[in-house]
């Protein structure tokens, strides 16, 4: 193929274009989001065209479930982003997303591709369709430039890693039990005590759940064979916040709502995006979201994320949160291993 004729780069443009700079001078890697991990198999064909006839034929999986092509000339972004159309139209349009000008590729890489783990439509364990609902969270807040990072998990085994993330979404389901279908087995009983938390015990060859201490697995429904306990159909979901990678301060997110509903999930990571506008620091060329949380400290962050929100009367929001994490430190080795 022949390159376009105008090869002039502007970097600023190209990485709001989901384009990275790379160490490879005159080539690009554009990074294709697929919200929820979840991709129709027949946009495979797309994605080996450009990368055959465009790049380095090499597709990069990436950690947030997108896919990274590589060896793309910048002097044909223009030309690639015309082959996405249809990628676009499936993943982002059809969910509702808005892209004003589909033909021009990605309008924003700042709020990173929603990672989620397969969700109930495969998993056994899954309390919820995670597909879904990435693509509903998606809807509300892509295309963003702000950094941000959201997982979901289809229960508290957390497979995705929502942990690492700014937000990680973790399913729960509310066990409701009927004493008289309950035959004492203790199968739920050992099964929590030795898997989960030990939330069951059994009193008088009859159950009881320790509400402070269950995380909504919902094993105890799975493995009872009577069927003494069922879901209730409210799905509830943990919201976890502020964990991250990176080089300065890596931590895993800490509790910040049990037991919320759908709407105070997505409510929640919207009115974040307006929590960030009020305290960014804007002399900054980034700043990512935990950062900003840091400086202002978590009472500002929940005030502002809660001012206009109904919770739902299940929901417990945590009164203080300390993250801690990992801080790199010089003594952190035995000197008499220094050579
Ligand atoms: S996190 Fe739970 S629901 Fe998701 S894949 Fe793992 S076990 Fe299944
Ligand atoms: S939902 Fe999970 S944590 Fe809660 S009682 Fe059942 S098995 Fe235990
Ligand atoms: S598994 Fe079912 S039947 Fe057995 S103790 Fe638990 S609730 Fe009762």
Same mark, same amino acid.
């Given at each position: 193929?022949?390159?376009?004729?105008?090869?002039?780069? *502007?970097?600023?443009?190209?990485?709001?274009?989901?384009?990275?700079?790379?160490?490879?001078?005159?080539?690009?890697? #554009?990074?294709?989001?697929? $919200?929820?991990?979840?991709?129709?198999?027949?946009?495979?064909?797309?994605?080996?065209?450009?990368?055959?006839?465009?790049?380095?034929?090499?597709?990069?999986?990436?950690?947030?479930?997108?896919?990274?092509?590589?060896?793309?000339?910048?002097?044909?972004?223009?030309? =690639?982003?015309?082959?996405?159309?249809?990628?676009?139209?499936?993943?982002?349009?059809?969910?509702?997303?808005?892209?004003?000008?589909?033909? /021009?590729?990605? !309008?924003?890489?700042?709020?990173?591709?929603?990672?989620? &783990?397969?969700?109930?439509?495969? &998993? !056994?364990?899954?309390?919820?369709?995670?597909?879904?609902?990435?693509?509903?969270?998606?809807? +509300?807040?892509?295309?963003?430039?702000?950094?941000?990072? =959201?997982?979901?998990?289809?229960? !508290?085994?957390?497979?995705?890693?929502?942990?690492?993330?700014?937000?990680?979404?973790?399913?729960?389901?509310? $066990?409701?039990?009927?004493?008289?279908?309950?035959?004492?087995?203790?199968?739920?009983?050992?099964?929590?005590?030795?898997?989960?938390?030990?939330?069951?015990?059994?009193?008088? +060859?009859?159950?009881?759940?320790?509400?402070?201490?269950?995380?909504?697995?919902?094993?105890?429904?799975?493995? &009872?064979?009577?069927?003494?306990?069922?879901?209730?159909?409210?799905?509830?979901?943990?919201? #976890?916040?502020?964990?991250?990678?990176?080089?300065?301060?890596?931590?895993?997110?800490?509790?910040?709502?049990?037991?919320?509903?759908?709407?105070? =999930?997505?409510? =929640?990571?919207? *009115?974040?995006?307006?929590?960030?506008?009020?305290?960014?620091?804007?002399?900054?060329?980034?700043?990512?979201?935990?950062?900003?949380?840091?400086?202002?400290?978590?009472?500002?962050?929940?005030?502002?994320?809660? +001012?206009?929100?109904?919770?739902? $009367?299940?929901?417990?929001?945590? /009164?203080?949160?300390?993250?801690?994490?990992?801080?790199?430190?010089?003594?952190?080795?035995?000197?008499?291993?220094?050579?």
């Amino acid at each position: 193929m022949a390159p376009d004729v105008n090869s002039d780069v *502007n970097t600023k443009t190209i990485v709001k274009n989901a384009y990275r700079i790379t160490r490879t001078r005159g080539k690009t890697a #554009l990074r294709i989001r697929v $919200p929820g991990g979840c991709l129709k198999a027949k946009h495979f064909d797309l994605l080996k065209k450009i990368s055959q006839d465009y790049g380095d034929g090499i597709v990069h999986l990436t950690t947030r479930q997108g896919f990274e092509i590589s060896g793309i000339d910048y002097s044909s972004i223009s030309r =690639v982003n015309s082959l996405l159309m249809p990628l676009l139209q499936d993943l982002e349009i059809d969910i509702g997303v808005t892209i004003k000008d589909l033909s /021009k590729g990605y !309008p924003s890489a700042g709020t990173r591709n929603i990672a989620a &783990c397969i969700g109930n439509r495969v &998993c !056994p364990f899954a309390n919820y369709n995670t597909t879904a609902l990435a693509q509903r969270i998606e809807k +509300e807040i892509y295309p963003n430039d702000y950094h941000v990072k =959201v997982a979901l998990t289809g229960c !508290p085994n957390d497979c995705i890693k929502s942990r690492m993330n700014d937000f990680g979404i973790v399913g729960m389901a509310e $066990p409701q039990y009927d004493y008289k279908r309950c035959i004492g087995c203790e199968a739920c009983v050992k099964n929590c005590k030795s898997q989960v938390t030990g939330a069951l015990s059994l009193h008088k +060859e009859k159950v009881k759940r320790d509400t402070r201490r269950c995380i909504g697995c919902g094993e105890c429904i799975l493995k &009872c064979p009577t069927a003494a306990w069922t879901r209730n159909p409210v799905k509830f979901y943990d919201i #976890l916040i502020m964990g991250r990678t990176g080089k300065k301060n890596p931590r895993i997110a800490e509790q910040f709502i049990q037991w919320a509903d759908e709407d105070v =999930v997505i409510k =929640v990571i919207k *009115n974040t995006y307006r929590f960030i506008d009020e305290h960014i620091d804007k002399t900054l060329a980034k700043e990512h979201i935990g950062y900003i949380v840091d400086r202002t400290g978590y009472q500002v962050f929940r005030g502002k994320v809660l +001012e206009d929100i109904k919770l739902n $009367p299940e929901a417990r929001v945590a /009164k203080h949160i300390h993250w801690g994490g990992f801080r790199y430190s010089s003594d952190m080795f035995m000197s008499d291993n220094l050579q």
